[in-house]
């Protein structure tokens, strides 16, 4: 096995979604860009087809193919009989992982002498007891939030492209009445990403969070508001009017 066999071994459409390269006994094979649930299985499929494995090591997480055919293995031992497998094949773990959550971080150089942190944390619901999808969902996680942090910061001074009027329709909390607020009132609401539980949130505030979060400073002025995330976790949004000087 080479590098242009193991290339032949994958139809176009994935041989470009990968780069391949020969590392001592295995060919090397790297996802180019993220791969999404389907692709990853087709790719998986051929892979341990081919006495392959999927090896999760971060951001140097990939596929390797050996270059020889793996040896005659001695047959193992019997395993005891078991009646707790009896009504259901065996799987890897001994244990359902019903969800799987993945936080990673990282330092940005803004300026000679400031730094700032970001990061992402996102939740998975796995609601499996096998150790190979428990594994592919975390490699897919990481490589979603790595491709996150991979996009540049948003300077604070940039204003993205968010509707206004869309941002205000959305179920503001003033922090006194605990009422629906009005438009320029000071508010809060659950940020979309931290409550996972919410189905079909307005797409503008994901928008918002997003930008949020590629801001220097996890803060954003659009029109006279300004803002904040607010929790220990982050999982609210708070808005607040810009303080202006007033003319002497």
């Given at each position: 096995m080479n590098v242009e066999q193991a290339k032949a071994l994958f139809p176009e459409a994935?041989?470009?979604?990968?780069?391949?390269?020969q590392q001592g006994d295995y060919i090397i094979m790297k996802p180019r860009q993220f791969l999404g649930s389907e692709n990853f299985s087709d790719i998986a499929r051929i892979v341990q087809g081919n006495k392959g494995d999927y090896v999760s090591a971060g951001k140097e997480s990939h596929f390797r193919i050996p270059i020889a055919p793996a040896p005659t293995e001695t047959p193992p031992k019997p395993v005891p009989?078991?009646?707790?497998?009896?009504?259901?094949?065996?799987t890897d773990l001994h244990f359902k992982v019903t969800k799987l959550?993945?936080?990673i971080g990282t330092t940005i150089q803004q300026g000679e002498k400031e730094w700032t942190k970001q990061s992402y944390g996102l939740e998975v619901e796995v609601n499996s007891d096998a150790k190979d999808i428990v594994e592919k969902a975390k490699a897919e996680a990481e490589q979603l939030v790595r491709s996150w942090l991979a996009e540049p910061p948003l300077p604070s001074a940039e204003i993205p492209q968010i509707d206004i009027g869309e941002l205000n329709a959305c179920e503001w909390v003033t922090f006194k009445t605990k009422q629906p607020a009005k438009p320029g009132q000071a508010a809060w609401i659950k940020n979309p990403v931290e409550f996972t539980s919410w189905t079909n949130p307005p797409n503008v505030l994901?928008?918002?969070?997003?930008?949020?979060?590629?801001?220097?400073d996890e803060k954003l002025v659009l029109g006279d508001m300004k803002y904040v995330f607010s929790g220990d976790k982050k999982q609210?949004?708070?808005?607040?009017?810009?303080?202006?000087?007033?003319?002497?």
């Open positions: 994935l041989r470009d979604l990968l780069s391949f390269e009989h078991d009646e707790r497998y009896d009504s259901h094949p065996p959550t993945v936080g994901l928008e918002l969070v997003k930008a949020m979060k590629r801001s220097s609210f949004i708070q808005r607040k009017p810009v303080k202006t000087e007033t003319a002497k």
